[in-house]
């Protein structure tokens, strides 16, 4: 394999991360990997632990003279988000990530990069095909589907691990250490359509331009969310001209902040279609000016074809749905102001899209409380009764609580002191991590959350600092030691 990244130690970590970005590996489609991981346990002559739904487990023994050491897990997922801009070609299900290197940062030609949790991947193969290093026994545990909402690590057995000690290595921020996460859910509200047919003038809009972000790490960000913009915008219209509505598409993850929709509606005529164009273009200025300090690049693109024949959405059911989703919780909910205001309770309107005959919006709420999330689905249940839609709850995953006493927070603490002179932040995050699920079925579990600096996960921007991921294998491998001595 020709390797793009080239200069940065060790050289075998980031010709793993290259050669994992070869292969497709979206939520659902990971058997290649699964499969890859493997062959590299086989051709290492490691114990390996395939599941039905390609969860690995590969466990190497002890170093010279730990053996008497507890063992380690290190734990991360094979599946990444895939995302892409609206201009670039690009199949996730047999292409792999275009990487591209500038002034030391890592990013994608495009898409996401898949760092999240790619790099995770590459460490613990770099950690397992290194003899030399000292290290109590390795067990380490690669889930599937994590971004659909931990399903791998929901469904792996447990019972072919023996480690009471965890480092998962899906954080993302250098420096940083993770201790207690939020749990969450998919919402996902449907309502049968039925069409009739129209002919006229179709007015198309189209939003781009937002930032996105991971709805669990930067709901707190005030950035735009493209499916409730265009609600805001349609119902206007709807309700000003009596256009009929043909489509509403926007997001593919749940899990991400939505950046692109487009819409269309159907006008009687071309001057009724102008009519609605201004007023569309009209209140994308105003939204324009409101996230003018966080979501700058924000654009509603318009345009008019006439002499159209089209199937359009009933118009009872096209107001239902256009108002669900304005009327559906997005962003932060509740602030713990006894924790510098962190996000408590949060909710992100990730997906919304119009088939020949079903209307479907996908929901991410999240929270760290069990019981603000109980009370949550209820009055998202409630909105789904009074607005005629069916709502179903899946891939639901618990939270991950702090914990007081953690040996293993302790050798982080002192390693990367005596590392690099200054001292590791702790920290809570809204995000989703494996770790509560781990720990609700490993009694006594002691975990910790690290990692490199990735930004803009889950977006076309995501990057990976290598040489902060340098330094983090430093880090990880001088806990390892610490963890054998």
């Known amino acids: 394999m020709d390797y793009k990244i080239t200069g940065y130690e060790p050289a075998k970590l980031f010709h793993y991360f290259e050669e994992i970005s070869a292969i497709p590996r979206e939520s659902g489609n990971e058997k290649q990997i699964s499969d890859y991981l493997v062959a590299f346990a086989k051709d290492h002559g490691l114990w390996v632990y395939q599941d039905d739904v390609h969860n690995v487990i590969i ?27 609206g201009s670039v070609e690009h199949d996730f299900t047999k292409d792999g990530i275009d990487l591209v290197v500038t002034d030391g940062v890592l990013t994608a030609n495009g898409t996401t990069l898949g760092a999240d949790n790619g790099i995770a991947v590459a460490l613990m193969l770099t950690v397992l095909d290194d ?80 930032l996105g972000g991971h709805s669990g790490a930067d709901i707190h960000l005030e950035r735009g969310n493209g499916n409730l913009i265009m609600a805001r915008i349609v119902e206007r219209l709807l309700i000003a001209g009596e256009p009929a509505l043909v489509s509403f598409n926007g997001g593919t993850k749940d899990n ?54 089209v199937e359009a959405i009933n118009e009872d059911t096209a107001l239902a749905f256009v108002r669900a989703i304005r009327l559906a919780p997005n962003g932060v909910m509740r602030r713990n102001l006894a924790a510098d205001g962190a996000v408590d309770v949060s909710s992100n309107i990730g997906v919304v899209a119009t088939s020949d005959d079903e209307a479907k919006i996908l929901l991410s709420p999240r929270s760290s409380i069990t019981s603000l999330q109980e009370e949550f689905k209820d009055r998202l249940q409630t909105l789904a009764d009074v607005l ?10 618990p939270g991950w609580s702090y914990a007081e006493h953690s040996p293993v927070r302790d050798v982080f603490l002192e390693s990367y002191r005596e590392l690099f002179d200054t001292e590791l932040r702790i920290e809570s995050i809204h995000a989703g991590l494996e770790c509560g699920l781990f720990a609700e079925a490993l009694d006594g579990l002691d975990a910790i959350a690290v990692g490199p600096t990735l930004k803009d996960v889950h977006t076309p921007d995501e990057s990976m600092e290598l040489a902060s991921s340098e330094r983090f294998y430093t880090l990880l491998v001088d806990v390892l030691k610490r963890l054998a001595a």
Do not use: W
């Open 59 to 85: 466990k190497k023994a002890a170093s010279a003279g730990a053996e008497d050491k507890p063992a380690v897990m290190l734990q991360g997922h094979i599946d990444m988000v895939c995302d892409k801009l």
């Open 131 to 210: 003899d030399s290093l000292a290290h109590p026994a390795l067990e380490c545990v690669f889930t599937t589907d994590e971004e659909s909402g931990l399903v791998g690590a929901e469904t792996l057995d447990k019972s072919q691990i023996d480690a009471r000690t965890m480092i998962n290595l899906d954080s993302e921020e250098e420096g940083v250490a993770t201790v207690s996460c939020a749990g969450g859910v998919v919402v996902t509200y449907t309502r049968p359509i039925t069409r009739e047919h129209k002919s006229g003038s179709v007015l198309t809009l189209e939003i781009s331009g937002l």
């Open 256 to 309: 991400a902040i939505n950046r692109e929709c487009k819409a269309e509606l159907v006008y009687a005529d071309h001057a009724a279609a102008e009519a609605g164009s201004e007023l569309a273009r009209e209140i994308a200025a105003k939204v324009a000016a409101e996230l003018e300090t966080y979501d700058p690049g924000f654009t509603c693109d318009v345009a008019i074809s006439d002499d159209a024949e």
């Open 388 to 397: 005629g839609f069916d709502a179903k709850f899946e891939y639901e995953y």
